[in-house]
């Protein structure tokens, strides 16, 4: 194998594929990247047994071939190699890395050991505009549960009623949700990926493309700007998300984002492990008064609101709260409460079509 590319084109595909490299296999060729030139193109493919990723671009091939690069170390070689054309040649179990003045001798693993990438047909489908399917993941990956013994709360749930897309995550202490509009509407999709692999797709790069995700099985097939990701699905049943969200509320706050997320931040300085901090809505005066008291002394933050209905005190994990004004955009943001041990609902504007539920703690 003989081939030419960009050094800075290189870095991209092995930046994309080397997610799928196995780090604990036992099989030696699952910890590397394989590399096959073909007509004018390159294809660059990483598996570690449940998650795939093939990735292909346009490059000078002299000579077609296959090999198995070693992963973090092809990885590390070409993040260092200065901007310019990476020639590569390969000869038996031996590749030859060179790129301006620097040259890498390494050795490779044999191709033919390499997994074929799987063959799946896809069932379902639906093409997503890649900016709003990027900015949706953003707000709920951080939601998502790290415990494993409750592996459907790990993952984010995707779902299409009609022209509605929708992605939701919780860990039980709080529940994100989030919609957008189709261009057109389409069959009902229901799926849930796992967290971290639905946080990698919202971090590619940029492209103006569609994002497609189709189903089979219990696969998900991700195809994008040259990228196919075949990953499994989390089995199970998620929970009903939807009884968790009340129709109604008691009181309701409209108050800017920017002036309660600064405020719960200070308000949490006293106690570094995810403090308790004491929301009081004072219809009255128009203000949330947020309080917290240690054993190192006490602090308390007034916020101007726009309140209506009855006064109310809860109390909330700060860390939850931060999290989720800091997911949100919009200027201001309606804060729901429907009694002190209930959950309180965070909502961004119409636009942004952002839900938040936080648990209350008691006081």
Do not use: W
């Amino acid at each position: 194998m003989k081939l030419s590319i960009n050094q800075s084109e290189l870095l991209n595909a092995l930046s994309i594929v080397q997610k799928g490299i196995s780090a604990r296999s036992t099989l030696p060729v699952l910890s590397g990247v394989f590399v096959e030139a073909r007509g004018d193109e390159v294809c660059f493919q990483t598996t570690d047994l449940e998650l795939s990723i093939q990735y292909t671009c346009s490059a000078l091939i002299e000579e077609e071939g296959a090999t198995v690069f070693p992963g973090k170390l092809i990885v590390d070689i070409v993040k260092n190699l200065p901007d310019a054309a990476v020639h590569i040649e390969t000869t038996d179990e031996n590749a030859v890395i060179s790129c301006d003045s620097s040259s890498f001798s390494i050795k490779c693993l044999a191709a033919i050991d390499f997994p074929a990438f799987p063959q799946v047909l896809p069932e379902q489908q639906i093409s997503v505009p890649f900016e709003a399917f990027s900015t949706m993941a953003r707000k709920v990956c951080r939601v998502v549960s790290k415990d494993e013994s409750r592996a459907i709360l790990t993952g984010v749930l995707i779902e299409v009623e009609g022209q509605t897309l929708k992605m939701v995550a919780t860990d039980s202490y709080r529940l994100a949700v989030t919609e957008t509009q189709l261009a057109t509407a389409a069959d009902e999709f229901n799926a849930v990926l796992a967290g971290g692999f639905v946080a990698d797709l919202a971090g590619l790069p940029k492209t103006g493309e569609d994002i497609s995700l189709a189903l089979a099985e219990n696969q998900i097939i991700v195809s994008y700007a040259g990228t196919v990701f075949i990953n499994r699905r989390i089995e199970g049943k998620y929970p009903n998300y939807k009884q968790l969200i009340p129709p109604s509320y008691e009181t309701r706050c409209l108050v800017d984002r920017n002036a309660l997320l600064a405020a719960v931040r200070r308000a949490s300085l006293l106690e570094h492990n995810r403090s308790q901090v004491r929301f009081s809505v004072n219809a009255a005066t128009q203000t949330i008064q947020l309080t917290t008291s240690q054993d190192v002394g006490s602090t308390q933050e007034i916020v101007k609101a726009q309140v209506e209905g009855a006064d109310v005190e809860i109390g909330f994990n700060s860390y939850y709260v931060v999290e989720g004004l800091s997911a949100m955009e919009s200027a201001e943001v309606s804060f729901e409460i429907q009694g002190p041990l209930k959950p309180g609902i965070m909502k961004g504007s119409a636009e942004e079509n952002y839900l938040y539920l936080v648990m209350p703690v008691r006081l």
